[in-house]
């Protein structure tokens, strides 16, 4: 896992924790490790339309059956299931202005959308995760390629139902 998977991550972790703090229970954004990596994918997908089809991460996506995953960041997560997470210490590269603008813009427009819409979301037919998910893969090691994504969403509004 790249730094800047890390450190993408905190951030969203850490914006997440600040939109709840002082909510009440049922106000709050629950934060698993699905959202998160839902979050992740669809801010890269923004960051690579606003960056001429750059990625913010050297790591790829691959299609597991909740949607598009980052492994590493699954396994350093995954012990957060209860809807609340803490960032992962250690010292990690601080993201740029451009990723900070990607990762609000998606964090700000899926506030009000459950995971399991954002997940229905990442499966979008044609898009692609669907076209190299393998429900009989039971090692998920599709990975799903970054041009891909980005043809795929360049002209396409990202939070837009199918």
Request: with cysteine.
């Amino acid at each position: 896992m790249t730094d800047m998977c890390v450190a993408v991550a905190n951030y969203i972790v850490e914006r997440t924790n600040q939109y709840n703090d002082g909510k009440a229970y049922s106000e709050r954004i629950s934060m698993t490790c699905k959202r998160l990596q839902k979050l992740l994918y669809f801010s890269d997908v923004k960051f690579m339309q606003n960056n001429n089809g750059a990625s913010m991460f050297k790591d790829s996506f691959y299609a597991w059956p909740s949607g598009p995953v980052i492994p590493s960041v699954y396994d350093e997560f995954v012990q957060y299931q209860n809807g609340e997470m803490a960032p992962v210490g250690g010292e990690h590269s601080p993201i740029t202005p451009e990723m900070q603008l990607a990762i609000d813009d998606i964090f700000e427009n899926t506030i009000e959308i459950d995971t399991f819409d954002l997940v229905e979301m990442s499966h979008i037919a044609g898009g692609p995760w669907s076209a190299v998910y393998d429900p009989h893969d039971e090692n998920h090691s599709q990975v799903i390629s970054k041009e891909d994504m980005f043809k795929f969403y360049q002209a396409r509004q990202i939070l837009a139902k199918a």
